[in-house]
């Protein structure tokens, strides 16, 4: 995984619920790194030892927890390295949602042993689109939703997230329909 | 053929232009940041050339652009200043070609500034990897200028910490030349940091001693083990002697590498001088206990001949006293009156009890000591048990009291020392009879415990019992639980103690349960091992009893039998009681008289005192059996004392058979009738 994943779960309880329940989080989930590299590649097992202490330390459900840091990995986190990529993927909300099968190709070049999620786009409407994603790591659709919430909330455009399939119900990918503007109110 | 649509997509950025140089169309991303550039109008009216690569003052011409073909062209929009990096291209006519490319940009940013956004490019277009490359680079020297912060900021702690830290820290690289020196290794050496950093170790720290120690201790740490501790001594410029104690190991470069070693130091001088002291304290007074035990040996020696003389002293003339009350009961001397019998059968009867006095005594203070000794042995139980019962059936009868046993067929047999096991049950019996009134019962019981490997003796009464406060008391030395009961009822109050010690010594317990006016119950265990589950371990240590029926030759020109001790009343005593039972008696006064009387009367049998002034009994026993004429001739030891080893020194010395004094003359009669008749083979005998 991404240091910068890690480093966004850092952010988030040191920032919303200080620097000692960060303390006491690594020291449940054994991580004894004292800073995370971005661009650094880590072993899973230590993100999802971090999730597993965080929901025991703030008491918060696991889903609870992988939603709140994709939304907040995309507001704040990657916006403090990555903002203008980010920006530049897109001038609103629809055109970055069509450009991200590509932005994640092109980190998988960059990166080809991190193993990037892959998405892939399909059904795309005035108003609508379907987002697949592909990813051999268990247990993220949650995080996927946040990160979907937080793009929403970066290009203030309303969008609205509903999970079509599910890995981790037995399908092949997870699949989100992604709605935006008067769709997500409807 | 590619449809001008799909130009388009390929090259979003691209102009297409005339022989005349007039634009023909442009691609859509292009058109839109660059308004002016509209089919008709002059290609140089909307982009100058940025000229890097082209030769300056060359004409900018369609002929020149064509012989160009391979090289990269850089344009600037005239309205908006957007540099473009162009490809002249010849299309399907010589007379139209195209200028193919995307706008230079070298931030993120930028591209917002230009209004564009990364699906403006086409996906074959490498600037949007260049940009996220540029991106990833940028996050990544952000995160190692984090990195080097704190780092700076964990050095400057550590560095703050090694200079302020009370013990002498020092460092040294591979070559031996100092690299750290705090203000401790300041003080402790008399060297200034500035002066001691690119130095040898060994020019600043020679007051240290052995040097040897010191260089293998640091020889070590460069080696990569961790080297552990030295002790050694430092002569400070002053001349003050310190003692220190040195920690080394290996410090490790970024690659992992052993770079230097790292030395702390601990003056430990008041350690060491407290030490010292301690040493010295400690040796003084393992001497003074040496000195105490040495005097408490001396002590326990003492005693155990204070105990072995008193036992003389007291048992000879109590010898005497027993001795001839028995001869005169039996008419030895004549006949008595009946006042006259009665008078001695109470002499004999405070005589015994003084006996038992004397020997419960001995007992305790053999046990107190340690010297009591196990004689096991297989035993019958039912023997044991009416053996005890008889020694308090007179008691019982004459207080109407039934006394009865009720045994348990699973034990038959123990292995054992009978003698104390009967010691502890008569003890208990004898108790029990005397606390249970008139007309009152007790039972000797006997249950083998199969759950516990235990066979338990339980002696209970219908007597007076004993209150729970009582009970505490019951088993402690020289206690009568009630002084008023010693009025009633006579005992020393050594009775329960031996009774409690020798059943720990026989590897069991005593317990006692008692109800005020209902009675009580005293249960002794012991291990039940039987003859056949003990036969390996079984040691050939069963003593012989003496006994059997007892007789006498009965005729005064009897076996001759020469009696040797110095104190003449037990001589005569047991000389007179000798020639009643139809003896012949020759008496000495000691060991030498004894062997000289033996020598020339060749008796059949001898008794011999141990404890005689000149030469002692056991010197006379070895010289007698030197002789081969008295290589048989039975020799019956007689001793004052009852300590232990007593025995075996007589029975080592050549004996057949030891009896302590005083001697109950029945069974010495029955011993030595045994001995004369026995074949000439040794034999142990004691009462």
Redesign the interface.
């Known amino acids: 995984m991404y240091g910068m994943v890690n480093k966004a779960i850092e952010d988030l309880v040191t920032i919303k619920f200080g620097e000692d329940k960060w303390k006491e989080i690594k020291r449940r989930s054994g991580v004894n790194i004292d800073v995370f590299i971005s661009n650094d590649a880590y072993d899973d097992s230590i993100t999802y030892g971090l999730v597993g202490a965080a929901s025991e330390v703030l008491g918060l459900t696991p889903p609870q927890i992988l939603f709140a840091f994709g939304e907040f990995w995309v507001l704040h986190t990657a916006r403090l390295g990555y903002g203008d990529l980010l920006s530049a993927a897109g001038r609103d909300l629809p055109e970055f949602l069509d450009y991200l099968p590509s932005f994640h190709i092109r980190v998988a070049l960059i990166f080809p042993h991190l193993k990037p999620p892959r998405f892939e786009t399909s059904d795309r409407g005035e108003n609508h689109l379907t987002m697949h994603y592909f990813s051999h790591r268990p247990g993220l659709s949650e995080f996927v939703k946040g990160l979907f919430s937080g793009i929403g909330k970066m290009y203030e455009t309303p969008l609205k997230v509903t999970q079509t399939k599910s890995k981790d119900a037995g399908d092949d990918h997870d699949e989100y329909l992604l709605q935006w503007g008067a769709a997500a109110a409807a | 053929m590619l449809t001008a649509a799909q130009f388009s997509r390929l090259f979003p950025f691209h102009v297409i232009l005339d022989s005349q140089m007039r634009i023909v169309s442009v691609g859509g991303v292009l058109a839109r940041i660059c308004p002016t550039a509209v089919p008709g109008v002059a290609f140089g009216e909307c982009f100058s050339l940025v000229r890097i690569g082209v030769a300056s003052g060359h004409p900018f011409d369609r002929e020149y652009i064509l012989s160009q073909q391979n090289t990269l062209f850089v344009f600037r929009t005239s309205a908006s200043q957007v540099m473009l990096r162009f490809q002249a291209l010849v299309l399907d006519s010589p007379e139209r070609f195209a200028f193919v490319g995307s706008p230079w940009v070298r931030?993120?940013?930028e591209?917002?500034a230009l209004g564009?956004?990364?699906?403006d490019f086409a996906?074959h277009d490498s600037t949007?990897?260049l940009?996220?490359?540029i991106?990833?680079a940028?996050?990544?020297v952000?995160?190692a200028k984090?990195?080097a912060a704190?780092l700076e900021l964990q050095r400057n702690d550590l560095e703050e910490l090694i200079a302020s830290a009370n013990v002498p820290i020092l460092g040294v690289d591979r070559q031996g030349f100092i690299t750290e020196w705090n203000r401790a290794s300041e003080r402790l050496f008399g060297v200034a940091r500035d002066a001691a950093l690119g130095r040898t170790l060994e020019s600043q720290t020679a007051g240290l001693r052995p040097r040897e120690r010191v260089a293998a201790l640091v020889h070590e740490s460069l080696d990569g083990r961790s080297a552990g501790e030295i002790e050694c001594s430092l002569i400070a410029a002053a001349g003050r002697l310190s003692q220190i104690r040195m920690s080394g190991s290996p410090r490790h470069g970024v690659d992992g590498e052993v770079v230097g070693a790292l030395l702390i130091c601990h003056d430990i001088t008041a350690l060491a001088e407290y030490r010292k002291e301690l040493e010295e304290r400690v040796a003084a007074r393992t001497t003074e206990l040496s000195k105490a035990n040495a005097d408490l040996s001396r002590a326990m020696s003492a005693k155990d001949d204070f105990l072995s003389a008193m036992s003389h002293e007291l048992r000879t003339p109590l010898n005497a006293v027993l001795g001839l009350s028995e001869s005169l009961l039996e008419g030895v001397y004549g006949p008595l009156t009946d006042r006259q019998t009665k008078s001695l059968g109470t002499i004999a009867e405070s005589g015994h009890h003084l006996l038992t006095l004397i020997n419960d005594l001995l007992d305790i203070a053999k046990l107190g000591a340690g010297k009591m000794e196990l004689s096991l042995g297989d035993v019958s139980v039912s023997d044991l048990c009416a053996t005890s019962v008889r020694l308090v059936i007179q008691q019982a009868l004459a207080k109407h009291i039934s006394v009865r046993v009720i045994s348990d067929e699973a034990v038959d047999s123990l292995v054992t020392d009978a003698r104390r096991l009967k010691q502890v049950l008569v003890n208990l019996l004898s108790n029990a009879v005397k606390f249970t009134n008139n007309g009152g019962s007790v039972v000797l019981e006997v249950c083998g415990r199969s759950d516990d490997g235990l066979v338990a003796f339980t002696v209970h009464d219908t007597g007076i019992g004993i209150s729970a406060e009582d009970l505490k008391r019951l088993f402690v030395p020289f206690t009568q639980i009630d002084s008023r009961l010693s009025r009633q009822y006579s005992g020393t109050g050594l009775g329960l103690t031996l009774v409690r010690r020798l059943s720990l010594l026989l590897g069991g317990d005593v317990s006692v349960m008692s109800e005020p006016g209902v009675g009580s119950r005293f249960t002794v265990t012991v291990p039940w091992v039987t003859p056949s589950n003990a036969a390996e371990s079984r040691s050939n240590t069963a003593s012989v009893t003496a006994g059997g029926e007892s007789g006498s030759v009965g005729s005064s020109a009897g076996p001759l039998i020469l009696v040797v001790d110095d104190d003449i009343p037990t001589q005569e005593t047991v000389s007179d009681y000798l020639i009643s039972n139809g003896y012949t008696v020759v008496a000495a006064s000691n060991g030498l008289e004894g062997v000289r009387s033996a020598k020339l009367r060749e008796p059949r049998l001898i008794l011999m005192d141990t404890q005689m002034p000149g030469m002692n009994g056991l010197d006379a026993t070895r010289e007698l059996r030197a002789i081969r004429a008295f290589d048989a001739t039975p020799i019956v030891a007689l001793t004052s004392g009852a300590m232990a080893g007593d025995r075996e020194r007589c029975l080592e010395a050549g004996a057949n058979a030891y009896f302590s004094k005083p001697v109950h003359l029945k069974e010495l009669l029955s011993t030595i009738d045994s001995l004369l008749k026995a074949p000439s083979a040794r034999r142990e005998a004691t009462p």
């Open positions: 931030k993120p940013n591209l917002a564009l956004v990364m699906s996906l949007v990897d940009l996220q490359l991106q990833t940028t996050v990544s952000r995160d984090d990195l704190r």
